[in-house]
T-cell receptor, first 114, second 110 residues
Framework: IAGITQAPTSQILAAGRRMTLRCTQD?????MYWYRQDLGLGLRLIHY???????GKGEVPDGYSVSRANTDDFPLTLASAVPSQTSVYFC?????????????FGPGTRLTVL | KNEVEQSPQNLTAQEGEFITINCSYS?????LHWLQQHPGGGIVSLFM?????KKHGRLIATINIQEKHSSLHITASHPRDSAVYIC????????????WGAGTKLIIKP
C-alpha cells in the first residue's frame, strides 16, 4: 500500500441497508477525514479524527458514524442508507490536524442509494 | 453567500493560453489551499499559502490576505491541465476544518 486507499470503488445500495466504507492509510498520519462531494456543493466534512481513539463531527454528520481504533483505519458507516446519501465519498489524511497541514486524498467511493 | 467563492465556475481555453482562477473568502484564515481534481476523480494538493506567492512548474498561486483573495495561474496551458481546481481555506478560529469552494472546471482544448 502506498498512500491512502478506499474500498469499495463504487457501490449500489438499497435504501435501508447498512454500509461501511473502508479507508486505510500507510503514512502514519495522525488525522483522518471523511468528506462527501455533491455536484455544485464542493466537499463537505462528515467526520474527522485528530488521532487514534478520538473522533469528531464535521459539517454534515447525521446518518453517518465513524471509528478510529488504530492509526491506519478510519471506516465510515451508514447505519440505514437513504437516497440523499448518494454521493462520492472521499477519505483524507494529514500528518497533524493543525493549521495548514496538507491533506492527502483517497481515490473516492461512488455510492448510489436507491 | 458562501464563505469561499471561486470564479469562474467553468473556463474553456485554447492550449497555450494563460489561465487565472480566482478565490475570494469572507472569513479570517490561517492558510489557503489549492487542489486539483482530475477527471477520474482523484484529488491532489497543489499549494498551501498563508502569504505572498508560490510557484511550482507552470503553476503560480498568490494570496492577498488584506483583500481576502487568492489566484491560481497556469502558464502555457496544456490539455493535461484540464481538471477541476478547488480552493479551500483554513479558518483562523478552527483547529481542523477546511471551508471548501465549489471548484472551477477548466477545459484546455488542443
Amino acid at each position: 500500500i502506498a498512500g491512502i486507499t478506499q474500498a469499495p470503488t463504487s457501490q449500489i445500495l438499497a435504501a435501508g441497508r447498512r454500509m461501511t466504507l473502508r479507508c486505510t492509510q500507510d503514512m502514519r498520519h495522525n488525522a483522518m477525514y471523511w468528506y462527501r462531494q455533491d455536484l455544485g456543493l464542493g466537499l463537505r466534512l462528515i467526520h474527522y479524527s485528530n488521532t487514534a481513539g478520538t473522533t469528531g463531527k464535521g459539517e454534515v454528520p447525521d446518518g453517518y458514524s465513524v471509528s478510529r481504533a488504530n492509526t491506519d483505519d478510519f471506516p465510515l458507516t451508514l447505519a440505514s442508507a437513504v437516497p440523499s446519501q448518494t454521493s462520492v465519498y472521499f477519505c483524507a489524511s494529514s500528518n497533524q490536524a493543525g493549521v495548514g497541514d496538507t491533506q492527502y486524498f483517497g481515490p473516492g467511493t461512488r455510492l448510489t442509494v436507491l | 453567500k458562501n464563505e469561499v467563492e471561486q470564479s469562474p465556475q467553468n473556463l474553456t481555453a485554447q492550449e497555450g493560453e494563460f489561465i487565472t482562477i480566482n478565490c475570494s473568502y469572507s472569513v479570517g484564515i490561517s492558510a489557503l489551499h489549492w487542489l486539483q481534481q482530475h477527471p477520474g476523480g482523484g484529488i491532489v494538493s497543489l499549494f498551501m499559502l498563508s502569504s505572498g506567492k508560490k510557484k511550482h512548474g507552470r503553476l503560480i498561486a498568490t494570496i492577498n490576505i488584506q483583500e481576502k483573495h487568492s489566484s491560481l495561474h497556469i502558464t502555457a496551458s496544456h490539455p493535461r491541465d484540464s481538471a477541476v481546481y478547488i480552493c479551500a481555506v483554513h479558518p483562523a478560529d478552527s483547529n481542523y476544518q477546511l471551508i471548501w469552494g465549489a471548484g472551477t472546471k477548466l477545459i484546455i482544448k488542443p
